[in-house]
Antibody, heavy 123, light 112 residues
């Protein structure tokens, strides 16, 4: 059974950094592309970033490009999101999502989602 | 960038009703579309992919249709467990070797 558990959220001041982690289990993590998707309080879903199975392909939403970095450690089945220069509008629950494919030639849909970790950016 | 627009934003219905939600893409996305259900405080759950393929374990009262720019999610007979928010998501990137997702703004299905 696929299991994705996010951690690392919390309250942080604007301009500071935070690193999120997503521990994966129940499947061969190194074979799948992975995404981060966020949801601001009371709002809809917003895609944030993606990495292919081997990190050869990555992409970011315009709203976070240049500030956020997605990485993965396949030896530890863990996905990361390094968030720098945080803004109030980055406040959201951040979900780790498994893509149905490896990401070698693009991505498809998210077939498994973690429960998310809340990031609050406030002074 | 591809924009996704869902309608309506809110839908009031009763148990047993047939309900439909529409999702429109700003450009053609073939059938590269998924639908998710989300309940308050929970992660989204995949219902349909490739516009009309039901994910394993999802009840058959859910169905998807459409291609190109217009898509529909239909619940044939609304059940108490179906009151939730529904999102569409495009992944045309798969056909163009690029990497991004776009979600619709969501449709909340509430009890009439």
């Amino acid at each position: 059974q696929v299991h994705l558990v996010e951690s690392g959220g919390g309250v942080v001041q604007p301009g500071r950094s935070l690193r999120l982690s997503c521990a994966a289990s129940g499947f061969t993590f190194r074979s799948y592309a992975m995404h981060w998707v966020r949801q601001a309080p009371g709002k809809g879903l917003e895609w944030v970033a993606v990495t292919s199975y081997d990190e050869s392909n990555k992409n970011y939403a315009e709203s976070v490009k240049g500030r956020f970095t997605i990485t993965r450690d396949n030896s530890k089945s863990t996905l990361f999101l390094q968030m720098d220069r945080l803004r109030a509008e980055d406040t959201a629950v951040y979900h780790c999502v498994r893509d149905r494919t490896s990401g070698l030639v693009g991505t498809t849909w998210g077939d498994s989602w973690g429960q998310g970790t809340l990031v609050t950016v406030s002074s | 960038d591809i924009q996704m627009t869902q309608s309506p934003s809110t839908l009031s219905a009763s148990v047993g009703d047939r309900v439909s939600i529409t999702c429109r893409a700003s450009q053609t996305i073939s059938n590269w579309l998924a639908w998710y259900q989300q309940k308050p405080g929970k992660a989204p759950n995949l219902l349909i992919y490739d516009a009309s393929t039901l994910e394993s374990g999802v009840p058959s009262r859910f169905s998807g249709s459409g291609s190109g720019t217009e898509f529909t999610l239909t619940i044939s007979s609304l059940q108490p467990d179906d009151f939730a928010t529904y999102y569409c998501q495009q992944y045309k990137s798969y056909s163009s070797n690029s990497y991004s997702w776009t979600f619709g703004q969501g449709t909340k299905v509430e009890i009439k």
